[in-house]
């Protein structure tokens, strides 16, 4: 009997002992991503996984697909791993579940030390995911956007570098040598990025093997999970977008038949048209759904497009009583820039002070008897008042609050009128008050520096006046956002004034229209796909 107990055991610690030298175990040592952008919006997506074999035997990783992508591709055939020591090997790609697939090396082959490249591709639509789409600028000039994040990954955490390229639709001249790309592009102004861009990555321009023009985004030791998001414009022109997908409408089906079948049937065709209409208004919400997280009002950490509406706004209604802060959201400063700048509002006036960075955490020093039109001073006080950490409730809290006093004033206000007149607002503060601030350094004036001088100088709080001495958006990148729990489109209590009819016609068809041309670039860096789990 003990016999058999110990040949059991002997059994189960060998299974054991298989089970862990089966599954091996590696970390990242660079990514490296390209995105070969077409003119309608589609791309070829290509990633070179670098792993580097910690434990057992490495056979591949789990890959979390992007969730705007719906219809994606693999090229299984094409894809790849190259080994250390010159062996290479095809891949077995295969669906898990949702979108998380399996990419391991096909035939149950395994690597046991070294590193072991991955080389995997898949086509996708960027237009129809929302991480492209048309924009104007502030000139009016016709843009087109690209906002998007590849992969984080969870074994990253000695990761040497994390690079991004671009190819775009542009074929470069030829008589432009490599060395004067950088130069024709800045000249001409061809691919304008974002500040943030600028400060967290190298930048390069390159001529691709078919002349087209190559953008480089390079990120030296980043973090585990590092979330490379990039954002920037190209001319329109470039693309050939088209637009997106609709329902049919509705009366066009019903156009070609005859007087005498629409005289004896016309009670039914009108209520079939209802029907159709309202259906297809439900799609297109459904489709804004799926393609941005966050939609209306909730302008995070993106620039975006400018918005176009004609139902249901007033042309040329102006709301002239938004906050400094409301103002902030509603000509599109990010969330992460408004918090910055509340947080260093607070610590120059001795209201908070800064324990650390990263972590961003402050020790509140004393408890300000805030005005009733100080509210969301108040919010983000008591949000750091229990443990010094700003987390993801509050932040949610937080934006909540604004969104919905910005929906109960501006719902029907002209977007343009309403972002026209708060930018001459801003401008004309600062010219009025840049008189009187003779240490102001003006190389460092820029938009969203101007719109912090007219909050924090026309706060009756702050009593340090801002000289443009300091950044006031230095916190930004400490601040994590996520945006799940945003609120979406309008609530019925928001609006009770209104008749009801109108506010759920105002609500179903202003969150389909407005999200599918606003909110679509939104959410990108906010879906970013965290993949590894190396087994």
């Not at 591709?121 to 906002?147: E, I, P, S, W």
């Not at 969870?154 to 470069?172: A, C, F, I, K, S």
């Not at 480089?216 to 637009?243: A, I, S, T």
């Not at 995070?300 to 002239?320: A, M, N, Q």
Request: charged residues 25%; contains cysteine.
């Amino acid at each position: 009997m003990t016999s058999n107990i110990s040949k059991v055991i002997i059994l189960i610690l060998c299974l054991f002992y298989g089970v862990f030298c089966y599954g091996g175990r590696g970390t990242i040592n660079f990514v490296e991503t390209d995105v070969e952008l077409k003119e309608d919006g589609s791309a070829l997506i290509k990633y070179a996984v670098d792993w580097r074999v910690v434990s057992g035997e490495l056979h591949g990783f789990y890959f979390q697909m992007d969730e705007k992508f719906i219809y994606p591709s693999f090229l299984k055939d094409e894809s790849f791993a190259v080994a250390s020591d010159g062996g290479r090997f095809d891949l077995s790609i295969k669906k898990v579940r949702g979108k998380k697939w399996d990419i391991v090396l096909a035939d149950g082959q395994g690597v046991r030390r070294g590193n072991l490249t991955y080389f995997f591709f898949f086509t996708a639509n960027f237009y129809n995911a929302g991480y492209v789409d048309k924009t104007t600028d502030a000139d009016g000039r016709k843009l087109v956007v690209f906002n998007w994040s590849p992969a984080q990954w969870d074994e990253g955490h000695n990761q040497d570098h994390y690079t991004l390229r671009v190819m775009t639709p542009l074929v470069l001249p030829p008589d432009i040598e490599s060395e004067s790309i950088r130069e024709y592009v800045y000249e001409n102004d061809l691919v304008p990025t974002e500040k943030w861009v600028n400060e967290n990555y190298k930048i390069d321009y390159q001529r691709a093997d078919d002349d087209r023009l190559h953008l480089v985004f390079h990120k030296e030791n980043p973090e585990n999970r590092f979330h490379m998001r990039v954002q920037f414009y190209m001319p329109q022109e470039w693309f050939d977008l088209g637009e997106l997908p609709t329902a049919k409408s509705a009366f066009a089906v019903f156009s070609n038949m005859n007087n005498n079948f629409l005289y004896n049937f016309l009670p039914f065709l009108i209520l079939i048209a209802f029907y159709l209409f309202f259906r297809s208004k439900k799609k297109s919400l459904d489709r804004a759904f799926k393609q941005a997280e966050t939609i209306n009002w909730d302008t995070l950490d993106w620039t975006p497009p400018r918005i176009e509406l004609s139902s249901f706004h007033v042309p040329g209604k102006v709301c002239k009583d938004l906050t400094t802060l409301e103002a902030a959201f509603y000509i599109g400063l990010p969330l992460k820039r408004v918090v910055s700048a509340m947080i260093d509002s607070m610590l120059s006036e001795d209201i908070f002070e800064l324990v650390s960075s990263d972590p961003l955490r402050v020790s509140p020093q004393k408890i300000p008897k805030f005005t009733h039109a100080e509210e969301y001073e108040q919010l983000l006080y008591h949000c750091f008042a229990d443990d010094g950490l700003l987390d993801q409730k509050e932040l949610e809290d937080f934006m909540n609050r604004i969104v919905e006093n910005i929906k109960k004033k501006a719902w029907d206000a002209d977007i343009e009128a309403t972002t026209s007149y708060y930018h001459k607002k801003i401008n004309h503060y600062t010219a009025v008050h840049f008189k009187e601030n003779k240490q102001q350094n003006s190389a460092s004036k820029d938009k969203d520096e101007a719109w912090y001088f007219w909050y924090h100088n026309s706060n009756r709080r702050y009593r340090n006046t801002y000289y443009y001495n300091r950044n006031p958006y230095a916190y930004e990148r400490h601040i994590d956002v996520n945006v799940d729990h945003i609120n979406q489109g309008f609530s019925m209590d928001t609006l009770a004034n209104l008749n009801a009819c109108h506010d759920a016609c105002h609500n179903a068809c202003h969150n389909a229209c407005h999200s599918a041309c606003h909110s679509a670039c939104h959410s990108a860096c906010h879906s970013a796909c965290v993949s590894g789990g190396s087994h």
